[in-house]
């Protein structure tokens, strides 16, 4: 039986990926200190990786495929194949930042002004890069952790990942420049994505992934509704398309179905019940597909 090699990552991002997971309708169980977990889908073989060296495995044929970020496929500078995006995090789900930043005071303005200077970053291939791109020459050291803390003493400047920038900002730092925006990716190594097996089988879960989070912002809708007040009701529901409409047992009422961004139920709901809508029923989606 061919089986998927399928690397999970492991850290910040893992209680929200199992989670997916399970909306999209796949067990997955971790043990206490096992780094690999069961799924209960006997083609998949799940291992845990920590997003940094994901796409380093997944180019080299370990992994299948994997979920990682997009600023670690671009740190590595791993040949992969980025399936889908999928805007998701261990909180939020916007996209994320790694800047450039130094002390509020600091003379540097731009890149040109990183010349000669120390930087400390855990993205040491990424910052090196954008010198290069720049054409500037600095020192760029790898950071253990807590780099917010390091200038002015033991950095000039540093490259770090943000969503607010409310942590620099706490440490008086300010943003200089973007380096990279970044998300969630779910990648495939190469000869896997040449595979037809594994490449259906990737695209897949890709496809039920991607319809969970499509799912987080709506919900569905469910009312009755009588003939006469038909045409007024739907002029107040929105939906993907159009509303389900269904005739029920009794003449002259009709059902009516129709899936809408969660914000505006709220509004909506008391202008369905004046329109002449009754048993207005509100539902959780686990996925959308399109």
């Not at 990552?9 to 043990?31: D, N």
């Not at 261990?90 to 200077?117: H, N, Y």
Request: charged letters at 25%; aromatic letters at 6%.
């Amino acid at each position: 039986m061919a089986i998927l090699r399928l690397g999970l990552p492991k850290g910040s991002l893992e209680e929200t990926t199992i989670a997916m997971f399970r909306k999209a309708g796949y067990k997955i169980t971790v043990q206490s200190r096992s780094y690999y977990p069961s799924i209960d889908d006997a083609e998949i073989e799940c291992i845990m990786i920590r997003a940094q060296e994901m796409a380093r495995y997944v180019e080299e044929g370990i992994l299948d495929a994997g979920l990682t970020g997009h600023d670690w496929v671009v740190e590595t500078g791993a040949d992969v194949v980025e399936v889908a995006e999928l805007v998701y995090g261990k909180v939020g789900r916007k996209p994320l930042r790694w800047v450039l930043a130094v002390p509020e005071d600091s003379p540097i303005r731009g890149p040109a002004d990183l010349a000669g200077k120390r930087i400390a970053t855990e993205a040491v291939g990424m910052t090196r890069q954008y010198l290069d791109k720049h054409g500037v020459t600095a020192s760029v050291e790898f950071s253990w952790g807590a780099t917010e803390v390091k200038p002015p003493r033991l950095a000039d400047a540093i490259v770090e990942i943000t969503e607010t920038g409310s942590s620099l900002k706490a440490n008086n730092l300010r943003i200089v420049d973007t380096l990279c925006e970044t998300t969630t990716r779910f990648i495939a190594n190469r000869d896997a994505w040449s595979d037809a097996w594994k490449k259906a089988k990737i695209e897949r879960l890709a496809l039920l992934l991607q319809s969970v989070l499509r799912a987080e912002t709506k919900v569905g809708l469910m009312l009755n509704v009588q003939q006469d007040n038909l045409e007024k009701v739907l002029s107040i529901m929105p939906a993907l398309h159009r509303p389900t409409v269904s005739p029920l047992a009794e003449t002259g009422w009709f059902a009516l179905i129709t899936v809408v961004d969660e914000m505006v139920v709220r509004e909506i709901v008391p202008e369905l019940q004046a329109a002449g809508a009754e048993g207005i029923v509100e539902f959780p989606l686990n996925k959308v597909v399109p």
